[in-house]
C-alpha cells in the first residue's frame, strides 16, 4: 500500500525500477522491521520511501505514447524562419524596393516642353500676326544627373546596410529568446522535480504522524513548503508561455503555438557541442580578435560608414545645383496675312527661330542645403567614432561575464552540485533514521535547491553573455 502512494500511475514499474536499491538495502531495512520494535518499523519505511522515490520520479516522467510530441525546432532553424518570415524584416525589406525606385526617379531626364501660340480674327488678317511652334528643353550644367544618380544610388546601399544591421539585430533577438525559452523550460522541469520530492515528503511526514513518531507540526511543515512550491510553479508556467509566445512572434508565427526547442545548452551537463554556447573547453578568441571582426563586420558600424558616402555625395549635389541650368528654345514661325490696303493684298511668310535663358540660383542658392549636408557629415563621423568606443566596451564587457560565467559553471559542475546532493542524501537519511527532524530536511532541499537555481543562473548569464559576444563581433564568432 506505500507504494501506491507514489504514483498515481500503474505500480508495477515501480517496483521493477525499485528491486535494485531494496535488495542493496535490505540489512538495514531488516534491522528497522524488526518487530520487537514500534516506531523504528516507521522510521525503515520512511526511509525505503526515500529510496524508491527517484523511481517513481522516472515513471511519473515517463511520457504517454498516445501524446503527440510536439514539433521541435533548432536555434539554426529559428534563425532561418526568422530570416524569412520575421515581420520586421518583411516590412525593411520593402524599403530596398522603395530606394531601387529612387534610383530609376534619379535617372530621368527633364522632359521638354512643347508650346506654340494660334492668332485669329481681324487681328490676324489685318495686320498679320506671328504663329509660333516650338519645343523648349532643360539643360542641366555641372553633372547635376549623373550627380543626383550616385546619391540614390549610395542611398540604395545605405538603405540595403540598413536592413543588414536590422536583420543582425533580429538575430540576436531570436537567439536570445531562445536562449530565454530553454532556460525557462529548464526552470520548470526542476520545479517539477522538487514537487515530486516534496510530495514524497509529505507522504512519509503523513506516515510518522500517524505512527506517533513525530509531532503533526512536521506534516503541517512539509505541506507549506509544498504549497510554496506552487506558487513558484504557477510563476514558471507563465514564464515558460511568455518566452514561448516571444519567440513565435519573432519567428513570424510560420511554427506550431505549442512548437517546443530542441537545444538545452548546458543545462543537462552534457559535452556535446550545441548551438547556443561553445564548450566550456572551447578557446575563445582573444578580445583583440574580436574587435578587429567587430570592426570588419558589424552592420551597424558599416551602415554609419555608408551614411557619410552619402551625405558627401548629398553635398557634391547640392553645390552643382548653384551652377546654372540653361533652357533651350527652338521652333517655326509663319505669317499669313491679308492686307488689302498694304503693299501685299495677301501674302504667306515663314521662318525658325532659336532662344535660351539661364535659370539663376539667386533666391535659392541651395545655402540651407548645404549647411545641412556639413553637419550631417560631421554627426555621421562623430556616431561611428563613438560605436567604435562602444563596439570596445561591449567586447569588454561580454568577454568578462563570458568567462566569469563558465568559470562558475565548471566551480558548480565540480564541486558544489556533487557535494549538494551529498548533504540532501545525508541530511534524509538522518531523518529516516530519526536522528533529526524534517526541519533539516527541509533547510538541506532549500540549500540544494538554491544551490542549483544558482547553477542553472550561471548558465543563462553564459548563454546571454555569448549572444551579447557574438553581437557585439558583429556576427558567429569563429572557434578554432
Not at 165 to 172: D, G, K, N, Q, S
Request: net charge neutral.
Amino acid at each position: 500500500m506505500p507504494l501506491l502512494l507514489l504514483s498515481s500511475r500503474p505500480w508495477t514499474p515501480v517496483v521493477t525500477l525499485a528491486s535494485g536499491s531494496i535488495r542493496a538495502y535490505w540489512p538495514l531495512l531488516n534491522r528497522y522491521f524488526n518487530p520487537r520494535r514500534f516506531k523504528l518499523p516507521v522510521i525503515g519505511l520512511s526511509f525505503f520511501l526515500l529510496l524508491v522515490s527517484p523511481c517513481a520520479v522516472l515513471a511519473q516522467e515517463t511520457p504517454s505514447s498516445n501524446t503527440p510530441s510536439p514539433v521541435q525546432i533548432s536555434l539554426s532553424d529559428a534563425l532561418e524562419l526568422a530570416e524569412d518570415y520575421n515581420p520586421d524584416l518583411l516590412a525593411a525589406r520593402k524599403r530596398h524596393d522603395i530606394s531601387l525606385a529612387d534610383v530609376g526617379i534619379a535617372r530621368q531626364e527633364p522632359n521638354p516642353e512643347i508650346s506654340g501660340t494660334y492668332t485669329f480674327g481681324n487681328i490676324a488678317r489685318q495686320l498679320g500676326q506671328s504663329q509660333l511652334i516650338g519645343i523648349t528643353q532643360l539643360i542641366e550644367t555641372a553633372g547635376k544627373h549623373p550627380k543626383r544618380v550616385e546619391v540614390a544610388q549610395a542611398e540604395l546601399e545605405l538603405t540595403d546596410k540598413e536592413i543588414n544591421t536590422l536583420r543582425w539585430e533580429i538575430r540576436a533577438r531570436v537567439r536570445q529568446a531562445y536562449a530565454q525559452l530553454a532556460a525557462s523550460k529548464e526552470n520548470l522541469r526542476v520545479l517539477h522535480t522538487q514537487s515530486e520530492l516534496l510530495d514524497r515528503l509529505v507522504d512519509i511526514a503523513a506516515i510518522r504522524v500517524r505512527a506517533g513518531a513525530a509531532p503533526e507540526s512536521e506534516l503541517l511543515l512539509a505541506k507549506l513548503t509544498r504549497s510554496q512550491l506552487e506558487t513558484q510553479m504557477n510563476e514558471a508556467k507563465g514564464r515558460l508561455r511568455q518566452d514561448r509566445r516571444t519567440l513565435f512572434t519573432l519567428l513570424g508565427e510560420q511554427v506550431d503555438p505549442n512548437f517546443d526547442i530542441s537545444d538545452n545548452g548546458l543545462f543537462y551537463g552534457n559535452a556535446q557541442q550545441t548551438e547556443l554556447v561553445p564548450l566550456l573547453t572551447t578557446t575563445i578568441p582573444s578580445q583583440a580578435e574580436l574587435e578587429l571582426q567587430a570592426r570588419e563586420v558589424r552592420p551597424d558600424l558599416k551602415a554609419l560608414v555608408q551614411r557619410t558616402v552619402v551625405s558627401q555625395k548629398e553635398l557634391r549635389a547640392l553645390r552643382a545645383e548653384k551652377v546654372p541650368d540653361i533652357e533651350l528654345t527652338g521652333g517655326f514661325t509663319f505669317v499669313n496675312a491679308i492686307t488689302p490696303d498694304g503693299p501685299f493684298e495677301k501674302g504667306f511668310f515663314s521662318g525658325g527661330y532659336l532662344a535660351s535663358a539661364l535659370v539663376l540660383p539667386i533666391r535659392h542658392n541651395q545655402g540651407a542645403q548645404i549647411q545641412r549636408a556639413k553637419a550631417m557629415l560631421s554627426k555621421t563621423a562623430l556616431e561611428i567614432e563613438a560605436t567604435e568606443k562602444q563596439i570596445r566596451l561591449d567586447i569588454d564587457n561580454a568577454y568578462t561575464a563570458c568567462m566569469t560565467a563558465r568559470e562558475n559553471i565548471q566551480l558548480y559542475q565540480s564541486k558544489l552540485l556533487p557535494e549538494s546532493k551529498d548533504v540532501l542524501s545525508l541530511a534524509q537519511k538522518s531523518y529516516a533514521a530519526g536522528k533529526s527532524g524534517l526541519v533539516s530536511v527541509i533547510l538541506a532541499q532549500q540549500t540544494v535547491q538554491k544551490i542549483f537555481y544558482d547553477y542553472l543562473e550561471s548558465i543563462v548569464a553564459y548563454q546571454n553573455a555569448w549572444g551579447d559576444l557574438e553581437k557585439a563581433a558583429g556576427g558567429k564568432v569563429t572557434l578554432p
